[in-house]
């Protein structure tokens, strides 16, 4: 479900080329650097190969930059070639002079490959990515455990067991920092008589830390690749945190929240720290210390550099007595204008960097707090909060479309005050028990409010007992996310149902001989069912897509899901 939303991140982050590379590599799911090469620059010998089928689907070859090849003529990056020579006259450096997406030579695609991985949108392959979460642990504990006190078995000592768990999480994550590392890529052609099954298969550990080689088959600059989920997840996140500021504080503001995040989106390999180290009590007596975030620190001035890059007003937005104030020209009348209209691409540097501080207080003051000022002409983004901001907002969203503003208010009491009895929940809310009793029991049924009852004497009675109410996040946002669920597979099942009812149109439309002339072909209720489906697709596609970023924010974007 998410294919395009990836294709359109990368091609938005860097270009059209990076994009199509991204897009193969999601088709094949995962494979090695030589196979995408030789994908995309074949040697002129493949040509004779029978055609294959690539990831269980039947293609004519394995070019996977959606073309085709049928016999000796290839159109490979969107331009037909013979055996390597070009047809119809368009040669090579026609071809790089277009601006189609297309790659010129295998050394741009190792630049390209080297541009993603560096930039943490690809990983590569290990085993230990097909562990499960225990044997991860058991694997990680057990390399711990070997370089701390070699082959003479688990500590028993208190302290001995708290520096195992820290070794253990640090080996998870030095597991995890390995699939991010960028290999050395040559352009050499993998040529036919070099196969991958001529060696051994055994597979062997390689300095304890989780990565695995073949015994001498594969080439250093054949690693196995694929597309990093975690780095999806963080453009997601900055795509719906920028859409939240538009929504809340305007246009110009989104887009200095988004140069802002796009500048910390090269350093943010992952949402959230899976395998944090467990925190350490403070010693008896003395209260926690506060540590400093030392991360995602961003200077204005790169802030202000950037939005004179990309030409934007930054006076729209703000407010007026702020823009006089900053740019010390003219005044406010009184119909609310200014006197001496303002043209911040005319502005010095000082003035430019004095409307992004306003800017930057604005979402600084906001209730969400997009951002934190952390030092003078320095901001920070406080992710892990935001993150729970967001899960409430979706939570309070669907209740106040489930149940109404009485529902959200018995929500945002509960979450404020703890868990009351319904005398307390009366006077908290300011109404009586009869207005909002049923709502209780509905959203306690949906799984949004839980209750207990707390009997005060032996015999276990309604009118002797004391009922409370309470909000638990961790426990409405499951039952959320496996809503949401439920709700996706519904929303396939009825693509399928609809798709199913106009098969046969569908078929007849995407002949050959067909497609681009379906008025010739088809009759009248074939192409009104097929308007219909694809009015219908286009319906159901949507709201997948909105489903998707509602699983993403309960299920992405925070830590793990426990229950209290």
């Known amino acids: 479900m998410r294919y395009g939303k990836t294709v359109h991140f990368v091609e938005k982050q860097f270009d ?55 016999g000796d003529a290839a159109q490979i990056n969107g331009n037909t070639n013979v055996n390597g020579h070009a047809v119809n006259g368009e040669s090579h450096s026609d071809r790089n002079s277009r601006d189609d997406g297309s790659l010129a030579s295998p050394e741009e695609l190792n ?17 230990a990515q097909y562990l499960s979460g225990e044997e991860m642990h058991m694997f990680a504990r057990q390399q711990a455990i070997d370089e701390l006190w070699g082959t003479g078995g688990a500590p028993t000592g208190t302290n001995d067991k708290v520096k195992l768990q820290l070794a253990t999480m640090e080996q998870k994550r030095r597991i995890r920092d390995t699939w991010l590392e960028a290999p050395r890529l040559s352009s050499k052609k993998r040529k036919l008589n070099e196969s991958d099954h001529g060696g051994s298969n055994k597979r062997v550990k390689v300095n304890g830390i989780g990565q695995y080689e073949s015994l001498g088959t594969l080439p250093e600059d054949e690693p196995v690749i694929r597309v990093n989920p975690e780095k999806i997840a963080v453009a997601m996140r900055k795509q719906q945190l920028v859409q939240l500021v538009e929504q809340r504080m305007g246009y110009t503001t989104a887009c200095i929240y988004e140069i802002l995040m796009s500048l910390l989106e090269k350093e943010t390999p992952r949402c959230f720290e899976e395998f944090p180290d467990p925190p350490v009590p403070p010693p008896k007596g003395t209260a926690p210390k506060e540590e400093l975030f030392h991360k995602h620190v961003v200077n204005s001035r790169d802030i202000a550099n950037k939005a004179k890059a990309n030409d934007l007003d930054l006076c729209e937005g703000l407010d007026l007595h702020a823009i006089v104030s900053i740019t010390k020209s003219g005044m406010v009348n009184k119909d609310g204008s200014l006197s001496v209209p303002v043209n911040s691409s005319e502005l010095g540097f000082h003035e430019r960097l004095g409307l992004v501080e306003a800017h930057l207080h604005l979402l600084s003051d906001d209730p969400f707090h997009f951002v934190i000022w952390y030092a003078r002409g320095q901001w920070r983004v406080d992710f892990e909060q935001l993150a729970k901001s967001l899960i409430q907002h979706e939570i309070e969203n669907t209740v106040l479309a489930r ?9 945002r009491a509960l979450k404020k005050k703890g868990k009351l009895d319904e005398r307390q929940t009366c ?11 049923g709502i209780v029991n509905d959203l306690t049924v949906q799984g949004f409010v839980q209750t207990q009852e707390i009997p005060k004497v032996d015999r276990r009675e309604a009118k002797l007992s004391l009922h409370l109410i309470w909000y638990d996040v961790q426990r409405a946002r499951e039952k959320l996310l496996h809503d949401t669920y439920k709700g996706l597979v519904r929303i396939l099942q009825r693509l399928a149902f609809e798709r199913e009812k106009v098969q046969l149109a569908l078929t007849k439309s995407e002949r050959s001989d067909v497609v681009g002339k379906e008025s010739l072909y088809l009759k009248q209720e074939e192409l009104e069912s097929l308007r219909k489906w694809k009015e219908v697709q286009e319906k159901l596609l949507l709201q997948l897509h909105r489903e998707d970023d509602l699983v993403a924010t309960l299920r992405d974007f925070a830590g793990p899901l426990v229950s209290v």
Not at 18 to 35: E, K, M, P, R, Y
Not at 38 to 61: C, I, L, M, Q, R
Not at 427 to 437: E, H, Q, T, V
């Open 403 to 411: 149940k109404g503003s009485v529902g959200l208010k018995l929500l």
């Open 16 to 70: 059209k080329k990076t994009a199509n590379v991204v897009s193969n590599l999601i088709t094949l799911g995962h494979t090695s650097v030589g196979d995408l090469r030789d994908a995309y620059f074949p040697p002129a010998e493949s040509f004779d190969v029978k055609h294959e089928n690539v990831n269980g689907a039947h293609t004519e070859s394995k070019i996977p930059n959606g073309t085709t090849l049928n």
């Open 111 to 127: 630049a390209v490959i080297q541009n993603l991985i560096s930039s943490g949108w690809v990983i590569q392959v290990a085993e």
């Open 427 to 437: 006077n908290a809310m300011l109404m009586s028990a009869n207005d909002f009793r």
